[in-house]
């Protein structure tokens, strides 16, 4: 298992032939950290929290950004010591071994696929909302939405009479893959425009809903208890935690970051305890401004977010002109509009409409970059790490997750994406807490140009916290990790286990290939959404 350790003093060579000017402070990397987390969870997953939790979402927040705090110093130690392509599947193939590599790289595919497929719901959402509004044009139910899926045992089953397929999902996602294959480079200026549309979205918010706050919307603060009724999974306020997780993820911005940081020891912990405590400030708020101002009104105690329960309580309140927080495809929208300042409403929705399409591009970036390593490595086929001669992008690979990315977005709910994107999220930073942890006694005189402080409180807290959420997940959701692994296991000893080239000692440094795919220009310090 911890065999097949890919040499991590080659690639530390490889970085210090690219080693990048140490120019960032703690206010850049703040702000490249809060540009990075505000995004698509708060604008999408919203209603989905006040359903599982109600008012209580606001303690979601509290501890879903308690773990990725804790979750970002182990990574930042790692992230400081690997700066290469890779992510966690390259921190963990250094430290303990191609196996667990393997397992995580597989992970991270889920991560960024499925995260990918959630925002091109979220943007399907706030934009079927928009062009309601601005044209009373709206598509057939059918066409809005997928089916409706539940567990019966260990297998799924789909609903297709509340929902068919949701074609602006699939349009959304179809066109960011033809970006990415045709080599279109973000610049960091736009990239900090549409942060900058994002935060002026939400700052608006929070000026119209809090003066609109009504005490009583807050009673009961947590009508699902701490973790749901009896008998349910992923439902109260821990429930609502694992699933807000997703809108916390992109932090890694400012871990990432830590060779261009002026003394990362003390200005990297600044900028991830900054970011994320400014993002919880702005997500409480929000919250609270939301529930406030509207009211979380749960359909029920104990009915799951996109289950068919719900979805038909949703369908009854409609027909009776009653529309709550917890049935919106455009949460923020929809409560602007509930308290009469429609043309505000419209505004967010267009700002998530300018907005989610570069997250889904950053997203799908991630995944292909991942798979595109994997494959340079010799685990998958190589033939997936083709780059295209003239785009000189990995357009195989591309294709494929666009597929991938656009059929799981044609027929699941958002809410339901965002939880299985969660669970490869935290077993990739389980392993990355375990790594850190293994690597400090394995060899601890290696230079760290950012060491976790506490290491043996932060480092078990951090595993500890990412099970904690993992546990906490609905079953389908926590059910697709452990089934994805053994594919993914199944794959790796039929044929990466075979080709790999550490295994057959073919020891190669990549970072400088000429044939290297093209990426995005990072912005600092506008910051990348990942989440």
Known sequence: MFGRVKSLDAILATAEKK??????GPVQLTLLGVGAIIGTGIFVLTAAAAQKAGPGMMWSFVIAGFVCAVAALCYSELASMVPVSGSAYTYTYAVVGEMLAWTVGWALILEYAV??????????????GLVKSWTGFEL?????????????????????????????AIGVALAVTWLLMIGTKESAQFNA???????????????????????????????????????TTGMGIVGAASSIFFAYVGFDAVSTAAEETKNPQRNVPIGLIGSLAICTVFYLLVAAGAVGAMGAQPTALGV??????FTAQCAAMAAQGNSPLVCSNEALAHVLRSI?????????????????PSVILMMMFGQTRIFFVMARDGLLPEKLATVHPKWKTPHIV???????????????????????????TLFAFFMVAVAVMILRLRDPGRARPFRTPLIWAVGPVAALGCVFLYWNLPYGAKMVLPIWGAIGLAVY???????????????????????????????????????
């Open 493 to 531: 000893y039929a044929y990466g286990f075979r080709k790999s080239h550490v295994g057959r000692g073919i020891v190669e440094v990549h970072e400088d290939d000429p044939d290297a795919p093209q990426q995005p220009v990072a912005p600092l310090p506008g910051g990348i959404d990942l989440d």
């Open 193 to 231: 425009v549409l942060v900058g549309i994002k935060i002026l979205a939400l700052t608006m918010f929070l000026a119209l809903t809090l003066p609109a706050i009504n005490g009583t919307h807050f009673a009961p603060f947590a009508p699902n208890g701490w973790f749901g009724p009896a008998g």
């Open 115 to 128: 995260a990918a497929s959630a925002v091109s719901v979220g943007w399907s959402g706030y934009f079927m």
């Open 304 to 309: 799951e977010p996109g289950s068919a329960e």
């Open 140 to 168: 057939p139910l059918a066409l809005q939405s997928g089916p409706v899926w539940s567990m019966q045992g260990m297998l799924p089953h789909a609903d297709f009479s509340v929902g068919l397929i949701n074609v602006p």
């Open 340 to 356: 009469n300042y429609s043309w505000a409403g419209d505004l967010i929705g267009l700002a998530a409409n300018l907005a989610l």
């Open 398 to 424: 591309t294709l494929v997750t666009g597929i991938f990315v656009a059929i799981a977005a044609a027929l699941l709910p958002v809410g339901q994406l965002a939880d299985i994107s969660n669970s490869g």
């Open 19 to 24: 080693s990048l000017h140490r120019s960032l």
